[in-house]
């Protein structure tokens, strides 16, 4: 079966919306700057775009170094992407154990504060966390950042065409929100898709 990458995508920062690219560096918890950020609750609790559907209308951008950040209203936001340190609090996502960040500080929280009529803070990935132990495979890290399960989301192009054509209103791929998206001729809907090796660039 002749299998072909029709799409690469990256989420800045979790449950906000996504960036597609060209190509990507793979790091030990998958794609680089791949939810490197998260909004969260004082408590640290993650605030997820399952809950609040306006956090897709965030943009976040990486340009040159630097997190441009856009929503409906809003001013732009900037937050350096490369910064070293910061206050460091815990975060959780659903029930997984949970990870450590470092907060993006005072600007960055009014903004997102603002924008969804809570008190929350933006945090940056600091340690990555392990996913659960039953899905371990021994070649690869085993580690992801603010991402739910896995390094990388993977989805297919007939699996969407399949589900579309049982729904009044066709959705787009991103409603998924993947990393990866494969297509090929051969290839079934809903039919299982393993990557056997990663290449250091896609």
Same mark, same amino acid.
């Given at each position: 079966?002749?299998?072909?990458?029709?799409?690469?995508?990256?989420?800045?920062? *979790?449950?906000?919306?996504?960036?597609?690219?060209?190509?990507?560096?793979?790091?030990?918890?998958?794609?680089?700057?791949?939810? *490197?950020?998260?909004?969260?609750?004082?408590?640290?609790?993650?605030?997820?775009?399952?809950?609040?559907?306006?956090?897709?209308?965030?943009?976040?951008?990486?340009?040159?170094?630097?997190?441009?950040?856009?929503?409906?209203?809003?001013?732009?936001?900037?937050? +350096?992407?490369?910064?070293?340190?910061?206050?460091?609090?815990?975060?959780?996502? %659903?029930?997984?154990?949970? @990870?450590?960040?470092?907060?993006?500080?005072?600007?960055?929280?009014?903004?997102?504060?603002?924008?969804? *009529?809570?008190?929350?803070?933006?945090?940056?990935?600091?340690? /990555?966390?392990?996913? *659960?132990?039953?899905?371990?495979?021994?070649?690869? @890290?085993?580690?992801?950042?603010?991402?739910?399960?896995? @390094?990388?989301?993977?989805?297919? /192009?007939?699996?969407?065409?399949?589900?579309?054509?049982?729904?009044?209103?066709?959705?787009?791929?991103?409603?998924?929100?993947?990393?990866?998206?494969? +297509?090929?001729?051969?290839?079934?809907? %809903?039919?299982?898709?393993?990557?056997?090796?990663?290449?250091?660039?896609?």
């Amino acid at each position: 079966m002749t299998l072909g990458v029709k799409e690469l995508w990256i989420y800045p920062i *979790k449950s906000c919306a996504g960036t597609r690219i060209e190509r990507g560096e793979i790091t030990n918890t998958g794609f680089a700057n791949d939810r *490197k950020w998260a909004v969260v609750h004082e408590s640290g609790t993650a605030i997820l775009q399952a809950h609040v559907p306006q956090m897709a209308l965030v943009v976040p951008e990486l340009i040159h170094g630097r997190l441009s950040i856009s929503a409906p209203g809003m001013e732009v936001l900037t937050v +350096d992407a490369n910064a070293i340190g910061g206050e460091e609090r815990s975060v959780s996502i %659903y029930t997984y154990a949970p @990870s450590q960040g470092f907060d993006e500080g005072r600007e960055a929280a009014e903004w997102f504060s603002e924008y969804l *009529k809570a008190r929350v803070r933006l945090v940056r990935v600091d340690e /990555a966390r392990s996913i *659960k132990e039953r899905y371990h495979r021994s070649d690869t @890290s085993n580690q992801i950042g603010f991402a739910d399960r896995f @390094s990388f989301h993977i989805t297919t /192009a007939p699996s969407l065409r399949a589900l579309n054509e049982q729904l009044d209103a066709p959705v787009p791929m991103n409603r998924f929100r993947p990393n990866i998206v494969i +297509d090929g001729k051969e290839l079934q809907a %809903y039919e299982p898709v393993f990557c056997l090796a990663a290449p250091t660039e896609v």
